[in-house]
């Protein structure tokens, strides 16, 4: 069975930085793609980024490109996304989550999820 879990949340002042991550056990980690999404009170599960299982490829949504920054480690099982340069509007439970082959953005493409991390980013 799949585990997923993320560490790394907080809070921290606008313009601040905060590292996630998250480690997988139960499968086969390096043949998975991994995504992180993130759900502010009141709003859908949003894609945030996304790496392939090789950590080639990076896909960033348009809200955080060029601030949020995510890797993997194959050998130690784990993922982790950087966030810098953080706003209030980054507010919100961030989750790391697992699918077989390719990576791809939608939500419900993702078959195995973490338990979330709160962020929180005061003004």
């Known amino acids: 069975q799949v585990q997923l879990v993320e560490s790394g949340g907080g809070l921290v002042q606008a313009g601040g930085s905060l590292r996630l991550s998250c480690a997988a056990s139960g499968r086969t980690f390096s043949r998975d793609a991994m995504g992180w999404f993130r759900q502010a009170p009141g709003k859908e599960r949003e894609f945030v980024a996304g790496i392939s299982w090789t950590g080639g490829t990076t896909v960033y949504s348009d809200s955080v490109k060029g601030r949020f920054t995510t890797s993997r480690d194959n050998f130690k099982n784990t993922v982790s996304l950087q966030m810098d340069s953080l706003k209030p509007e980054d507010t919100a439970v961030y989750y790391c989550?697992?699918?077989?082959?390719?990576?791809?953005?939608?939500?419900?493409?993702?078959?195995?999820w973490g338990q979330g991390t709160q962020v929180t980013v005061s003004s």
């Open positions: 989550a697992m699918k077989s082959g390719l990576m791809v953005t939608p939500v419900y493409e993702y078959d195995a």
